[in-house]
């Protein structure tokens, strides 16, 4: 059997998949969470990886808070830069295991209008971007054959609040709830993610890799669809980024090409509206039923 250490397994939307997945496909899993030691220290880190001899290692811990990043630079650095090196490199030392690390979009800068594929040219618009985009590098430096980058984007699942569930709740509280339109991205399910995730750590695919389900959104688009599903009482508006100030520059097109994904996990990934389907009706109507029938 073999054994996979998964960092932030215990309550991140994507750790808590990935154990799910995991364990689905047999593998022995070990989760752990920023509460359960110290992560910038560097020989506690390679104690830890030398006591788990896992066959991989997933980090799906990172700083997301694409706003309070720029105004929390070193945090965000610590997190997203410094902790997969740290990784990376007692790895490569240890001579053990493969690292699955995952990145984001926001490494791109909005400016083309076909998807991205893995080698176009980052160039990150905000200190989150700038930050993952400095962790793979110094993950794929450190540990360049034993691997691999996994960008992804506008997460949704179940375990843990996110925009389809912040969508939800706002639509069951007003009658018209106002969203972005101008912002397109490649929605993607945290369990498809986390199946996709395996299967290249199953394979030690090193490099970096497109992890998105198929088809893209504004951000009006997704949350419509999300409405939709569940008959929600509230209307979905349209409105633009101007209207919505926020404090980091996002890509107004970050939509990721996953043809290089497709070919390696053998069929193309679900178009994102099939996923979320999944999602609505097997996490969330059944705990919305009784709002909508209020309304």
């Not at 030392?93 to 984001?104: K, M, Q, V, Y």
Request: hydrophobic share 40%; proline share 7%.
């Amino acid at each position: 059997m073999s054994k996979a250490l998964v960092l932030g397994g215990k309550s991140g939307l994507l750790g808590q998949a990935l154990v799910k997945v995991l364990n689905e496909r047999d593998w022995e899993v070990q989760s752990f969470g920023r509460q359960d030691g110290d992560l910038s220290d560097p020989d506690y880190v390679e104690r830890l990886l030398g006591e788990a001899n896992a066959d991989a290692v997933f980090n799906s811990l990172a700083w997301t808070r694409v706003d309070d990043a720029e105004d929390h630079q070193n945090e965000a650095d610590q997190a997203n830069r410094i902790l997969p090196s740290i990784l990376a490199k007692a790895m490569a030392r240890l001579g053990h295991g493969f690292l699955a690390h995952f990145s984001t979009d926001f490494v791109f800068p909005g400016d083309s209008t076909i998807p991205y594929p893995e080698n176009a040219p980052p160039d990150p618009k905000n200190v989150y971007g700038s930050t993952k985009l400095a962790g793979e590098k110094a993950v794929l430096a450190a540990l360049p054959e034993r691997s691999c980058v996994i960008r992804t984007a506008w997460l949704f699942g179940p375990g843990r609040k996110n925009f389809i569930t912040s969508i939800l709740d706002a639509c069951n509280k007003r009658d018209m709830i106002s969203v972005v339109d101008d912002q397109i991205g490649s929605p993607t399910y945290s369990l498809d993610l986390a199946l996709w995730s395996t299967i290249l750590a199953e394979k030690k695919a090193a490099g970096i890799w497109n992890g998105v389900n198929s088809g893209h959104a504004s951000w009006c688009e997704f949350a419509a669809e999300a409405v939709a599903l569940v008959r929600g009482p509230c209307k979905v508006e349209p409105i633009p980024s101007a209207q919505w100030p926020q404090k980091a520059i996002r890509p107004p097109y970050s939509v990721l090409n996953n043809e290089k994904l497709a070919a390696v996990i053998g069929k193309k990934p679900r178009p994102w509206p099939q996923a979320l389907r999944d999602y609505i009706f097997g996490y969330i109507l059944p705990d919305k039923e009784d709002n909508l029938e209020k309304h």
